[in-house]
């Protein structure tokens, strides 16, 4: 019989507690969970009204994985859902996370969070801007690290300020804040940073995803700046050998970095960082912070 654990009044039915999710660690699915609540508060601050997709991998990295945008088949009624339109399917329903028995809830699946850059309150128009900085083998982290500092300065001459944190993979994400702006608009502007990156660190970035031009190159993705498009939400778990976090990081990191493993964050490892730290992604929560793209943009 499964344990029933309350959280915040909602009664939860934990399954396989001891079951080990990341064989290379021997973590369990237990100590999973205990990571999403003891992380719960700046991981619901960076979900809050955004419609989630879940990149479930109940067996483990090596098992089955499925991507899913739909509600999942027996959520509870009191986890928030909302009407999401769709141009060519019509709309759907994705959950929203928006309190603690709701990611316990979630977290009991086994997933992967990913959002868009846009609320369930204006679908489409985005309020943060996302530059995805892929490397291609052999290049890792180290390159994404000479490209994210250039994009930077590049974003700053336009008056937009990113906030960096590792994939949880291999590479780099850019986050923005943005005033509201449709998806399409963001898309463009994001395209053209990423061909000025090409132009300006020549051997180094590519703007184009075709894969033969990325072998040793480190690929600018915009495309996730598209309205249909999500991203690895800040503190998510990722479905890898190992249980590495998407995490923030600051800028001098980002400098100092010379060795992949000096931005390879397990999820053990975010709770002294939030102590030591703070979010570092809490800017991105300000609507203050947020600033107009250019206007030619």
């Known amino acids: 019989m499964s344990p029933i ?5 909602r009664r939860l039915s934990l399954t396989n507690l ?3 999710i990341y064989p290379e660690t021997g973590t369990t699915k237990g100590e999973v969970l205990h990571y999403w609540t003891t992380t719960a508060e700046p991981l619901l601050a960076h979900l809050h009204d955004r419609p989630l997709s879940f990149l479930r991998y109940p067996d483990g990295p090596d098992g089955q994985r499925f991507f899913t945008k739909n509600v999942p088949p027996g959520t509870p009624s009191w986890v928030q859902t909302c009407e999401v339109p769709h141009t060519t399917s019509g709309p759907t329903r994705q959950v929203l996370l928006q309190d603690l028995p709701s990611l316990v809830w979630a977290a009991n699946l086994v997933v992967e969070l990913h959002a868009p850059q846009w609320t369930h309150t204006a ?12 490397p291609g083998t052999p290049a890792t982290v180290v ?5 994210a500092r250039w994009l930077r300065d590049r974003l700053a001459a336009d008056g937009l300020e990113a906030h960096a944190k590792t994939s949880g ?3 780099l994400h850019l986050v923005v804040p943005i005033e509201p702006t449709p998806s399409e608009r963001a898309t463009a502007y994001a395209r053209t940073l990423a061909v000025e990156a090409a132009g300006a660190l020549r051997g180094l970035v590519v703007h184009k995803m075709t894969r033969s031009l990325r072998s040793g190159k480190v690929f600018v993705d915009f495309s996730q700046n598209a309205a ?4 690895a939400v800040a503190y998510t778990l990722r479905a ?6 998407s995490t923030p990081v600051t800028w001098d990191e980002v400098a100092d970095c010379t060795d992949p493993e000096q931005l390879a964050f397990r999820f053990e490892e975010i709770a002294p960082r939030l102590a030591h730290h703070g979010d570092l992604h809490a800017p991105l929560l300000d609507p203050d912070r947020a600033r107009p793209l250019p206007r030619a943009a």
Do not use: F, H, M
């Open 240 to 245: 890898r050998a190992v249980p590495t976090v």
């Open 143 to 147: 390159e994404c690290c000479t490209a």
């Open 5 to 9: 654990t309350v959280v915040e009044g």
């Open 18 to 20: 001891d079951k080990v």
């Open 169 to 171: 993979s291999k590479g």
């Open 228 to 231: 249909a498009k999500t991203t």
């Open 123 to 134: 679908p489409g128009v985005a309020d943060r801007l996302v530059l995805d900085l892929d």
